[in-house]
């Protein structure tokens, strides 16, 4: 209410002393409506005042005047006649006061406008609600620097106001780019090129041809997705999957450690699994429905966990790291059975480096000369395997580098590098003299975990600890020169992956995300998850994957939309007895807050399709406490339950792939027995007559 107005207060003759009213709110404009969300108010003016709740006119229109009945209170404004459009005519001392109580004769050139206020609209005014908007308006500004010291329940304190969360905030799915990608045939194949064809009017060469090559059908038959594996149409529902393995787990590998990783080779004919042990154990995959143990190297001296291993493209060398400067290179020929060469990064063409740093990630090259290494002091490392020298060393990041990967298998000229400063930088070895990167992948808000290559020096995918996975093109990477006028730290929250819980309500996108695609709904939790382009001979590369925290293989088109998961906390429950002795001696087996033993757990930490069968094989953390190791393999079923023949699904075995009775509790059982019985046995003790018991018997 402006000064150039003034307010009176008539009072009605009325019995109830709760229609009387005392105070007068200047500045206050009453609504209509009261929303009790103090964090969405905004305060109204005069200038937007509810109509429905002060009538101007006076024409008695306020429903709730005929319904609820007056209080007995009438506003009463008077207007000057010197004021215009509700502005201040500059009253003086000598001006009759604005608020007049006694009086009823107005004073000279003011007119009266009148409204009648019902008791129920003084009653909401007066509620919680309208207090707490009057209290949180009429705060005094020279309190906003004690509110800190105030009341910790907010009292007398004014409210930050909250932005709503946009329902924008996350990428819509489907993604139009990742729809794009299906249909350009670059992942996967396509039928649409095909259609219109058909829709023409061919010749009959053409159409001889089109039957004696048997594709004449405008829609791919289930014998058709049994040749190709993965030709289903863009828009895929579950039936129409292709040949994406199942849940249900042909045999189940159980390991006394953590499994941290495992991979097929290229030709599909080698498999390794890399457990906290220090152990390094290889399987013969050539055939992926029965797979036959190799052999088993070790890390001596590691620290921790062994934390990387790539096998070379001709499948002779593995070479596997830790958390230490030094990497072991062991040949993969079951009849060598010597010690690991090993290979010291810190030895460098020229100089030589501090060994306090360990190795996150290493990758062979395409040809199987070199080494890359991503390092805990924030560098690149490329080695030299013929001369056991370390020859590139490249400083670009602020932080652990957990990722790294050649982009092309036939040049080892372009690489990647993902760290926990949220960046992924692309170098090309031929132009470093500046020792700067050739580009920035700008998108991810906090630190990254893992990154693939498609092999075809173009497209990258990554997984972030923001809970998110991305793709990317190389074509659209983000310029050096822009990449250094954009602080990273600006965007991310430092969330530690290891201890605390993302909540969707943390995710910010990020303002510069240059990325082609983001897929979400799996977990980075807890440790360095892995992801991966599915392979081209199986799966026609249509498809992407992730390990995750919650147990399971999460399976993606590329338009982000989930093809598949891989439940394997489902088929792997209680596949293992808690009274294990090998179990009890597990790190990271305790109790929990019961002082029970810990629960069931299992965290896929990395997955790895094979490159010409439909079969995943899954390595985790998995089992009681999460303290142990399994390896699952998962084939395509067509959603069978079982296997008619021999062995059944879900068989359990050893890290060596024997069958053992105890997985299954039957021996452990039979032992509790035996002991049971001998405790039970009465005992007879030989007595002597003058040494008394004797002393052989015990």
């Not at 590369?541 to 993606?556: F, L, N, Q």
Request: proline letters at 5%; hydrophobic letters at 25%; aromatic letters at 10%.
């Amino acid at each position: 209410m402006s000064t150039g107005q003034a307010a009176r207060v008539e009072r009605t003759e009325s019995p109830d002393p709760s229609r009387h009213v005392t105070n007068a709110y200047d500045g206050i404009a009453f609504e209509s409506e009261l929303d009790d969300d103090d964090m969405d108010f905004e305060p109204s003016t005069d200038d937007n005042e509810d109509p429905n709740f002060l009538d101007a006119d006076g024409d008695g229109d306020d429903p709730h005047d005929a319904e609820d009945g007056l209080s007995g209170v009438d506003f009463e404004f008077s207007v000057g006649e010197g004021q215009e459009d509700g502005h201040d005519t500059g009253l003086t001392q000598n001006d009759p006061p604005l608020l007049d109580t006694g009086s009823e004769t107005p004073a000279a050139g003011i007119a009266r406008r009148r409204i009648q206020v019902s008791h129920t609209q003084i009653l909401q005014l007066l509620s919680y609600a309208g207090l707490r908007r009057i209290f949180t308006n009429h705060t005094n500004a020279g309190d906003a620097d004690e509110d800190e010291e105030g009341d910790p329940y907010g009292v007398g304190t004014r409210c930050r106001r909250q932005t709503k969360r946009s329902n924008h905030v996350f990428a819509p799915v489907p993604s139009e780019e990742g729809a794009e990608l299906m249909r350009s045939g670059t992942f996967g194949c396509t039928e649409h090129y095909r259609n219109p064809l058909r829709r023409r009017n061919r010749r009959l060469a053409a159409r001889l041809m089109t039957r004696e090559l048997g594709t004449e059908r405008s829609y791919p038959t289930s014998q058709d997705r049994i040749i190709s594996q993965a030709c289903a149409p863009s828009r895929r529902t579950y039936t129409d999957l292709g040949l994406i393995p199942s849940s249900k787990a042909d045999s189940i590998i159980h390991y006394n450690a953590r499994c941290y990783s495992g991979q097929f080779s290229d030709d599909g004919n080698f498999f390794f699994s890399c457990a906290q042990d220090f152990k390094v154990r290889m399987y013969d995959t050539s055939n992926p429905y029965s797979w036959k143990y190799y052999k088993t190297v070790d890390y001596h001296g590691g620290q921790w966990t062994i934390t990387d291993a790539s096998l070379s493209p001709d499948n002779k060398f593995l070479a596997y790291s830790s958390i230490q400067s030094t990497v072991c290179l062991a040949r993969t020929d079951p009849e060598e059975t010597g010690q690991p060469m090993r290979l010291e990064f810190a030895n460098m063409v020229g100089t030589s480096l501090q060994r306090n740093f360990g190795i996150w990630s290493i990758r062979f090259s395409g040809d199987g000369r070199e080494i890359v290494a991503g390092t805990s002091d924030r560098s690149v490392l490329v080695h030299d395997i013929s001369t056991c020298q370390t020859i590139l060393r490249i400083e670009g990041h602020t932080n652990d580098v957990n990722a790294v990967c050649f982009g092309d298998t036939s040049s080892p000229h372009i690489l990647y590098s993902g760290s926990d400063d949220t960046l992924i930088k692309v170098w090309d070895r031929r132009s470093m003299g500046d020792s700067r990167e050739a580009g920035v992948f700008m998108g991810h808000t906090e630190g990254l975990t893992y990154v693939d290559s498609k092999g075809d020096g173009r497209y990258v995918l990554s997984n972030g600890k923001d809970q998110t996975m991305k793709l990317w093109d190389l074509r659209k990477m983000m310029s050096p020169e822009k990449a250094s006028t954009i602080n990273p730290r600006t965007y991310t929250q430092s969330f530690d992956y290891r201890f605390m819980n993302y909540s969707p309500e943390q995710y910010q996108p990020h303002p510069h995300d240059c990325s082609l695609v983001t897929y979400r709904g799996h977990s980075v939790l807890k440790t360095l998850i892995r992801c991966h382009f599915s392979p081209p001979g199986s799966t026609n590369s249509s498809y992407v994957y992730s390990g995750s925290e919650d147990g399971g293989v999460y399976v993606y088109n590329l338009d982000a939309t989930l093809a598949a998961k891989l439940d394997v906390n489902e088929t792997t429950r209680n596949s293992r007895p808690r009274n294990s002795e090998a179990y009890m001696h597990s790190y990271g087996y305790d109790e929990d807050d019961d002082g029970g033993s810990a629960a069931w757990k299992t965290c896929v930490r990395d997955a790895s399709w094979h490159p010409n069968a439909p079969v995943i094989a899954a390595t985790s953390w998995n089992g009681w406490g999460s303290s142990t190791g399994t390896c699952t393999i998962h084939s395509w079923n067509d959603g069978a339950s079982d296997d008619e023949g021999e062995p059944k699904m879900g068989e359990r075995v050893t890290q060596t792939l024997e069958r053992d009775d105890e997985l299954y509790g039957r021996q452990s059982n039979r032992s509790n027995q035996y002991r049971s019985r001998l405790r039970s046995r009465r005992v007879t003790i030989p007595m002597d007559d003058d040494e008394g018991p004797d002393a052989d018997a015990w």
